[in-house]
C-alpha cells in the first residue's frame, strides 16, 4: 500500500476485503473437510481460555516462517500454496492481518475467523479447557 499513510481501522478494512472471511460453524466445517486451523493467539490467552482441539498452535510473530511452504522452517502441514488455512486470534482482527501476510506468500486460500477464539467458544463448538 502506497501514497498517504493510513490508520489501523483503514488498513483492516482494506486487507478484509480480499479475504473470505468465515464464522465459527463455517471453520468448523472447513477443518472437518481438511483445512488447517491455525491459533496464533499468545500463551497467555491459550492457558485462559484453552485450545481448540486439532488446531496448530503458533505464535504470531513465526507464522510466516512456519507456513510458508518454500520456507526452510516451515511446519509438517504446510504443504502447498493451495492449503487451506484459517487463522486464529483472540476476537478476529490480528487474524486479518495475518492471513493478508499469508496472501502475500502465495496462500491465497488463506482466511481468518471472524470473531476469533471468542467467538468459536460462544458458539459451543470444542474448546479443550486450560
Given amino acids: 500500500m502506497s501514497g498517504e499513510p493510513v490508520?489501523?481501522?483503514?488498513?483492516?478494512?482494506?486487507?478484509r476485503e480480499g479475504l473470505e472471511r468465515v464464522g465459527?460453524?463455517?471453520a468448523y466445517e472447513a477443518a472437518k473437510a481438511g483445512a488447517l486451523l491455525v491459533d496464533i493467539r499468545y500463551a497467555a490467552?491459550?492457558?485462559r481460555d484453552g485450545l481448540i482441539p486439532g488446531a496448530l498452535v503458533v505464535e504470531r510473530n513465526e507464522l510466516e516462517w512456519r507456513l510458508d511452504p518454500r520456507g526452510?522452517?516451515?511446519?509438517?502441514?504446510?504443504?502447498?500454496?493451495?492449503?487451506?488455512?484459517?487463522?486464529?486470534?483472540?476476537?478476529?482482527?490480528?487474524?486479518?492481518?495475518a492471513a493478508a501476510s499469508l496472501h502475500q506468500l502465495g496462500l491465497r486460500r488463506a482466511t481468518d475467523l471472524v470473531g476469533g477464539f471468542q467467538a468459536w467458544r460462544s458458539a459451543g463448538l470444542?474448546?479443550?479447557p486450560p
Avoid: F, K, Q
Avoid at 7 to 15: A, F, K, N, Q, T
Avoid at 72 to 82: I, M, Q, W
Fill in 7 to 15: 490508520g489501523i481501522d483503514e488498513l483492516l478494512e482494506r486487507v
Fill in 45 to 47: 490467552l491459550r492457558e
Fill in 72 to 97: 526452510s522452517h516451515r511446519v509438517p502441514e504446510a504443504t502447498g500454496h493451495d492449503l487451506p488455512v484459517v487463522v486464529i486470534c483472540n476476537e478476529g482482527y490480528a487474524s486479518s492481518l
Fill in 126 to 128: 470444542p474448546v479443550t
Fill in 24 to 26: 465459527p460453524r463455517a
